[in-house]
């Protein structure tokens, strides 16, 4: 050991007499206490939002732990057996043994059934929470410079566990997840030129083949998540490498993180959350039930049952692929089936495309080059956040006529009527969506300027000589303030050099034009934060209301019922 | 707003007032309140581990067949004990942190994520360097012959996929030909004309699904049954002779009314059977495709594209209903050579 002089040796520091010894050992190996050093006590902001993405790491690790356990038992292998197992209506049935597998391990092994349910249902909350991550993520702004990349990993993590999990369901192969892999065939049939080829190597031959079930099976458990995990790893050390975004807020700026330290605080936090996601969905294994697979019976291609739905997350999909008209056209001697292809093939990567480029369209309209750091309120950012929720709008408009059938029937409604209103909803909702939107986010940063510049309403009620009842306003505490004027000022726009410094037209004008164009609709009607002078002016006659005022007094704190807390 | 131009950097309206006072916990100034909460604390990780003994307890006492309240009691004991230890487990090591670790907020400043302008321009160099003294630049030789093996290099990785499967054969053939019998899907009786009323539809396999050998084993099994089923199915309905508006060529593909069509909708292969005897329409569960079975299978709403192949029938000798041909149109999803494919189908008919 070299310990070199000048320092203490650890184990004479008393801090940590007990651990001195293996960590002296570890690190005369390693030397990893340079990086310990830097990240043991590493700053997290916290906001309840943050939590969003925790809950899919989380659920990530359920699905690998309770998976490993349903690898002992089931057999990925389309090979067809007679059934003699405890589910005694199938008593003599011919079907897959991964269908028969699937069947031992929710009847027949103990605690099968439930690691099947906390499985199925993780993955469900995995794809939630990751959508509901991105979603946090996009309206705030987090993903601007330097979190890009970052973004785009995301964008990975979200497309990959899309398919992980259409994987996942696929494999049990009874009457539902066969009709799904029947879709998934027709899909990679309407390939243009190539797909006949693809679907004979993907399923070994014509469908359904007996290849599909154990090439799923190893996508599912090797190959998809050993690449989700590595995307996982990526994401994480980029987060620790920018630091966490932060809201802004009384010393909180763009160049600092104020939070609590990973050891002891945030590594509690975050631990103890592990339990609860895993707590969690074990309840909805016990109390829900899910994918109930002896419903529905093993795959027969000859059958199916009305009401065959997708795993939520591919609604959206299967809502496009209903709304779609039924274009087929021939030319060049080859068929094109728009019909799949455009809603199938195009709707999954159109929405990847779309997510994957925005970041980096939204920069080149506002000409940002800068590090954010402070994430940005929603209604601060009207148009960003127009176009979020008119794609959540489009988004959901696809999943609903997902369901179509169901809410047909439910509701009493004619299916072709109701497929039609999707299919105009399709385009006209997002529309709709958008301007509302926009408009509501306006007016949330007027009411902001109006709390800062005229105070909140306390909730006193005075009456003025002539008989007039008004509402008495009071500043509001500097810090809430501040933190409602902490962001950037709206840029003021210049219209973009028709010729350079010699006279010469500019060789980019066109596209300078463009983005012109853009960059005066992205800022169009955002209201810009009070000046200092608005705020000065607005504190002088802060106090002038008719009548007499009766003093609010020191003691007065506020009412809570304005959403403004009583301590200021 | 004056006519003055105002600087845009307008400073901010409201100064920084710097990070809240730090607000105590109760537990930071009782120590009664602190001893509370870790008793609280210590009380959910004892039940927490109560819970996970009961697992084991549970899993060799509660028979596999109990229910509870219609749950199995089993997935339900194991379920409640399993995640409500774990949650406790969690709940516990949150409010530990909460309630008793130290809350003091700490400020942590942030680096640029860009390295600084001399690692970039020494990095620069480095990489130059290395280019220089491997003479990758110098040497356009080399490094083109290696750049182009590396290609090459792709084709063994893409052959070599190339047993996926078998190149894609003819897909415009089904089982069905000439004097096949038209069976029941459920019993694999043939079927006769006069079992059928108008209106009914029955869900029909050709007659070789249901086929045994000399040794009475099935002559289709397995996979080759399931590929079987997922082309050959078939529905056959009776409508009024009258409601049947049958193409050109096409008059004489019924019996007394009935009719067959192919199962496997042309959209993506969803095998349909939600029928409305009023209308005679049959509708696909999966994507809504609607066909008009009395308009020779034509597609009256969704997203399917080509019509509902129908199969010619004609009756046997002992009058049971049999296929007069093959499909003369292609069965199942399109693919790419559909278009090829069919054209080849009607030169030979």
Known sequence: MSTTEQYTPIQDTGVGKKAAGPVGWLDDRLGLAGVAKKNLRKVFPEHWSFMLGEIALWSFVVLLLTGVFLTFWFQPSMTEVEYHGSYLPFNGLEMSQAYKSTLDISFDIRGGLLIRQIHHWAAALFIAAMIAHMLRVFFTGAYRKPREINWLIGVGLFSLGLVEGFAGYSLPDDLLSGTGLRFVDGLIRSIPLVGSYLEF??????????????????????????????????????????????????????????????????????????????????????????????????????????????????????????LMPGWESTFFNYTWSWNVFIPGVGGLTGLFVILGAWPFIEQWITGDKRDHHLLQRP?????????????????????????????????????????????????????????????????????????????????????????????????????????????????????????????????????????????????????????????????????????????????????????????? | MSDELQPVSDTEPIKDPGLAEHQFRPQDVDESQAKRTERQIAWMFRIAGLLFFGFCVAYFAVDIDATFLGWSAQNFAFGMTLGGGLLLIGVGIIQWAKKLMGDHEMVEMRHPSASSEEDRVAVMKDINAGIEESGFGRRPMIRNSLLGSMALLGLPAVVLLRDLGPLPHSQRETVWKKGMRLVNDVTGTPIKPSDMQVGQLVNGQPAIVYETDADGEAVLHGTELLQVKSKASIIVVRMRPEDITASKGRENWGVDGILCFSKICTHVGCPISLWEQQTHHLLCPCHQSTFDLGDNGKVIFGPAHRPLPQLPLGVDEEGYLIAMSDFPEIIAPSYPELARDQKKLDNKS
């Open chain 1, 201 to 322: 190597f993907i399923f070994g031959g014509e469908f359904p083949g007996d290849e599909i079930i154990p090439r799923l099976y190893m996508a599912h458990i090797l190959l998809i998540p050993a690449i989700l995990l590595g995307l996982i790893g990526a994401h994480m050390l980029l987060l620790v490498y920018h630091k966490h975004t932060q809201w802004p807020g009384p010393g909180r700026t763009e160049q600092n993180v104020v939070g609590y330290p990973m050891l002891p605080v945030y590594a509690a936090k975050a631990g103890g959350f592990f339990f609860v996601v895993f707590g969690f969905t074990a309840l909805m294994g016990a109390l829900l039930q899910i994918n109930p697979v002896w419903v529905y019976g093993p795959y027969n291609p000859s059958e199916v049952t009305a009401g065959s739905q997708p795993d939520w997350y591919m609604g959206f999909s299967e809502g496009l692929v209903r």
């Open chain 1, 379 to 568: 209604r601060n950012a009207p148009v960003r956040t127009a176009l979020g929720v008119a794609g959540m709008t489009a988004y959901g408009v696809a999943w609903a006529a997902g369901g179509n059938d169901i809410i047909a029937t439910k509701f009493h409604m004619d299916i072709y009527t109701l497929t039609n209103i999707f299919r105009v909803g399709f385009f006209v909702f997002p529309i709709i969506a958008f301007m509302v939107t926009k408009r509501i986010c306006i007016g949330l940063q007027r009411a902001d300027a109006n709390r800062i510049l005229h105070g909140y309403e306390t909730g006193v009620i005075e009456r003025s000589p002539d008989g007039g009842f008004s509402e008495r306003h009071a500043p509001l505490p500097a810090s809430q303030q501040y933190t409602l004027t902490a962001h950037d000022r709206v840029p003021v726009l210049e219209a973009p050099a028709e010729t350079d410094e010699n006279g010469v037209a500019a060789p980019h004008s066109r596209k300078e034009k463009v983005r012109a164009k853009l960059q005066a609709l992205y800022y169009r009607d955002t209201l810009d934060k009070p000046t200092t002078e608005d705020v000065q002016h607005a504190e002088e006659h802060l106090g002038e209301i008719d009548g007499h005022p009766v003093e609010l007094g020191d003691e007065f704190q506020g009412v809570s019922e304005t959403g403004v807390p009583r301590v200021h």
